[in-house]
């Protein structure tokens, strides 16, 4: 089975400009997690959906930061305007189920570099 | 959330087991104990959960203290390939999704 599927896999990109990262979750997963991963803060969880709908974004480090999942099968991660503190690697991570213990599956995770 | 304490890092020798602790001493009786592992250049990896009891799987085992403050994830033979970084979550279990909060995690280092 395909896991967790995210796009690019690398971003080099100038400060200012709009980023979008987008992630496939595993077919029958109905919640969606976005994570990003920075040496200093570790690995935080930014936002996450469960059938489709946003549950907790208190993760959202500012306004500039949005998150969409118009499907089942699709998820963006959009940046605008970008900053160089916003490098960093983020990870994508779908589960079944909504409220159990069910694994977390991750992506390999965009790298992204704000110059 | 409830926090997870572990050492920085552990070193051990290629095909001997691993004990990795992790203190837990305010965790709630709801709260499941979950190990995730991050190998180089990759995401979270899941390896095992439990609550009370012991818990099994083809990764690894999980002993869990009877008072529950504490656990410990065993790996009976390391391999190079174990080299990672494993995190020891608590899982907050609300009426929606499952949120994972990471702290900093144990870097295991083996030796060949």
């Known amino acids: 089975d395909a896991g967790v599927i995210q796009s690019p896999r690398h971003e080099v990109t100038e400060m200012g400009q709009e980023v979008t990262l987008r992630c496939k979750p595993i077919?029958?997963?109905?919640?969606l997690f976005w994570y990003r991963q920075t040496m200093m803060r570790g690995l935080e969880l930014l936002i996450y959906?469960?059938?489709?709908?946003?549950?907790?974004d208190s993760g959202m480090p500012e306004d500039r930061f949005s998150a969409k999942m118009p499907n089942a099968s699709f998820s963006t991660l959009k940046i605008q305007p970008s900053e160089p503190r916003d490098s960093a690697v983020y990870f994508c991570?779908?589960?079944?189920?909504?409220?159990?213990?069910?694994?977390?599956?991750f992506g390999d995770g965009t790298r992204l570099s704000i110059l | 959330d409830a926090k997870t304490t572990q050492p920085n890092s552990m070193e051990s020798n290629e095909e001997e087991p691993v004990h990795l602790p992790c203190n837990h001493s305010?965790?709630?009786?709801?709260?499941?104990i979950h190990w995730y592992r991050q190998l180089p250049s990759q995401g979270p990896e899941y390896v095992i959960h439990?609550?009370?009891s012991n818990v099994n799987n083809r990764m690894a085992s999980l002993a869990i203290a009877e008072d529950r403050k504490s656990s410990t994830l065993i790996l009976h033979r390391a391999t190079l390939r174990d080299a990672a970084v494993y995190y020891c979550?608590?899982?907050?279990?609300?009426?929606?999704?499952?949120?994972?909060?990471f702290g900093a995690g144990t870097i295991l280092r083996v030796k060949s």
């Open positions: 959906f469960n059938n489709n709908v946003p549950i907790d």
């Open positions: 077919s029958g997963h109905n919640s």
């Open positions: 979550i608590l899982r907050v279990i609300p009426e929606y999704g499952n949120k994972l909060v």
């Open positions: 439990g609550l009370t």
């Open positions: 305010t965790i709630s009786g709801t709260d499941y």
């Open positions: 991570a779908s589960t079944r189920g909504g409220g159990g213990n069910q694994p977390q599956h």
